[in-house]
């Protein structure tokens, strides 16, 4: 990530009113959304996909949605982020390899 994406990331955690986090890895859900948490930005995680959606869902456009993939191509998170751009939240990736499917 360079300089200028890693700027964007930090102000729409810093300025949205809730972060989610989605992601099927529980540990690498769970230990981002511990990270914000510990800054005092309130978080939640979700790793089963069923809650995925349903918490994409009722984001809004005061809320930012990050979606956690090795690949950038696990269905269930990618599923989530389009659920969370369609309700007006920013969307931003963390992803491990450089695909464009979670992008967007």
Known sequence: MNSYNRR????????????????LWYNETEEKSMKLLYLGLPCRY???????RISAGRLTDEDVAVG????????????????????GAVTRSSLFTETPSIRG
Do not use: H, N, P, W
């Open 46 to 52: 979700f790793s089963d996909s069923y809650y995925q």
């Open 8 to 23: 964007r990331l930090y102000e729409d955690l810093t300025e949205s009113k809730m972060r989610s986090c989605f992601s």
């Open 68 to 87: 956690i993939s090795y690949s950038g191509a696990s269905k269930d998170t990618v599923d989530a982020m389009r659920t969370a751009k369609r309700s």
